[in-house]
């Protein structure tokens, strides 16, 4: 049974740019969070979400990113004209509906030049 | 205040030893509670949920004190291998609130 999958587990990208990063939650979960982990601080919620439905981005900054999950294909993180302050590690974790377990996927290592 | 804390450590412990640490949360809500392991900023795994019964799995222990509001965890007959840093979370809403980590040294 495969897990959390992410992609790509590694990103560099200019001031500016935009960075997509994918998750893939277990098989038969259909919730997925987001997290992020800045160098040197701890994990920090960002967004729940469900099959076409955005349940919590309480953590989401108010500028520059969002999140969907579609009713086909992977979870996406999109967060545009990023910035330095930007990178960091970005961890998807899914559920089954119902448990509030979560399973962490490897993550994406997001780094700003 | 953080909504749930921990002390960073590090607690450096000869193997074998039995170490313990503690997780405070303020949210009175929370309904669910877990500890994860982090190794080298790796992914976290999930290690144990946290039942208000209290629950063991092999060397691990832990509880929760809801009067008090914390968690914790027991680690008996330490390995090397235990070596990692130690999130707690707490949940109400799905979302999970980690505290900042602590970091296990398990020297031989």
């Known amino acids: 049974n495969a897990g959390v999958m992410q992609n790509p587990r590694h990103l560099v990208r200019r001031r500016g740019q935009e960075a997509r990063l994918r998750c893939s939650p277990m098989k038969g979960h259909s919730h997925v969070y987001w997290y992020r982990q800045l160098p040197e601080e701890g994990l920090k919620f960002m967004v729940y979400?469900?099959?076409?439905?955005?349940?919590?981005e309480s953590g989401m900054p108010k500028e520059r990113f969002s999140a969907e999950f579609p009713k086909e294909g992977p979870s996406i993180l999109r967060i545009q004209q990023v910035v330095r302050g930007d990178s960091a590690a970005y961890f998807c974790?899914?559920?089954?509906?119902?448990?509030?377990?979560?399973?962490f996927g490897p993550g994406t290592r997001l780094t700003v030049t | 205040r953080k909504e749930v804390e921990q002390d960073p450590g590090p607690f450096n412990v000869p193997e074998g030893a039995t170490v313990a640490f503690n997780c405070t949360y303020s949210?009175?809500?929370?309904?669910?509670f877990f500890w994860y392991r982090q190794d080298c900023r790796k992914e976290p795994k999930l290690l144990m949920s946290v039942y208000s019964s209290g629950n063991e799995d092999g060397r691990f222990t832990a509880q929760l004190n809801r009067a008090s509001q914390y968690i914790s965890l027991l680690i008996r007959d330490s390995k090397l291998s235990d070596s990692a840093t130690y999130l707690c979370?707490?949940?109400?809403?799905?979302?999970?609130?980690f505290g900042q980590g602590t970091t296990l040294q398990v020297k031989p």
């Open positions: 979400l469900q099959k076409e439905n955005i349940i919590d």
């Open positions: 974790a899914s559920s089954v509906p119902g448990s509030y377990e979560q399973y």
């Open positions: 979370g707490s949940s109400n809403t799905g979302k999970l609130i």
């Open positions: 949210n009175s809500a929370s309904q669910s």
